[in-house]
């Protein structure tokens, strides 16, 4: 199974101009500041999840839903800690639960899925080689975004090589999943460093292929495919900013 998150479907969002996606991916985080209740930000990620599914991304949710509830639980604990309320709802022992400290909790936990959401969306429509495109166009030297991307392209390699690594040394008899935590994080070591060696050896075959291709020349550089906005940019940053637009009315207003 691939590791990356792209997949080509040739539907709406992949079909957008790389660099409305981008601007369209900055504005989706900021809408679910303007929420301080669930009730605010719950449509939000109704939309955002919508158009997850309309961009086919419904096997990268699956990879994700972990975290994202993870991320969830983890904000209500916290905030029930650390958000001061005025109306006690419950009590655990010494631990008295707010019912604002509970709602502020919630909320968060929805914000920061909404943030997961708009990313997965994004990087499910967007290849690598538009993402570079995309940054390159609002003004990114060239450097800087192919050192962004570098990471999208690689993380997935590195991970691949350390799953054939744990599979060739279980092979071999390594026991990784008895004893202790510290234990086992004495395992890993056999592990982590042809890890390591793997990923000198990768860099050092990268900067020998970019040298060879000419790279930090300063010439400008061509491209293989030129993006034009069309009537989906339009329709996509409309929708962002008309949500961001409707959540600051109802929060100001």
């Excluded at 996606?21 to 605010?40: N, Q």
């Excluded at 499910?124 to 050192?147: C, Q």
């Excluded at 570098?150 to 040394?169: D, N, S, Y």
Aim: glycine share 8%.
């Amino acid at each position: 199974m691939s590791l990356a998150f792209y997949h080509p479907t040739g539907g709406f969002f992949e079909r957008a101009n790389p660099v409305s996606k981008l601007i369209g991916l900055a504005a989706a985080f900021v809408p679910p500041f303007f929420a301080d209740r669930p009730v605010e930000v719950l449509p939000y990620f109704g939309l955002l999840f919508s158009a997850a599914l309309l961009a086919r991304a419904g096997g990268n949710l699956v990879r994700v839903y972990k975290l994202m509830i993870l991320l969830f639980v983890m904000s209500i604990v916290l905030w029930s800690f650390f958000y001061k309320g005025q109306t006690a709802l419950c009590t655990l022992g010494p631990l008295v639960i707010m019912k604002e400290s509970l709602l502020y909790g919630i909320t968060i936990g929805i914000r920061l899925n909404c943030f997961v959401l708009a990313a997965i969306i994004f990087l499910t429509s967007t290849p690598i080689e538009d993402f570079t495109y995309g940054l390159s166009k609002l003004g990114i030297p060239f450097a800087v975004s192919f050192a962004l991307t570098l990471a999208f392209r690689l993380t997935p390699l590195f991970i691949e090589t350390g799953q054939a690594i744990v599979m060739a040394q279980k092979a071999r008899g390594l026991d990784l999943d008895s004893g202790g935590i510290l234990r086992r994080i004495r395992h890993y070591v056999p592990i982590i460093v042809p890890v390591l060696a793997s990923g000198l050896r990768r860099a050092d075959q990268l900067a020998v292929a970019l040298e060879s291709r000419g790279f930090g020349k300063g010439k400008k550089r061509s491209v293989v495919s030129e993006f034009r906005v069309t009537w989906r940019d339009y329709v996509l940053l409309s929708v962002v900013l008309l949500a961001g637009a409707l959540m600051a009315l109802y929060r100001f207003v």
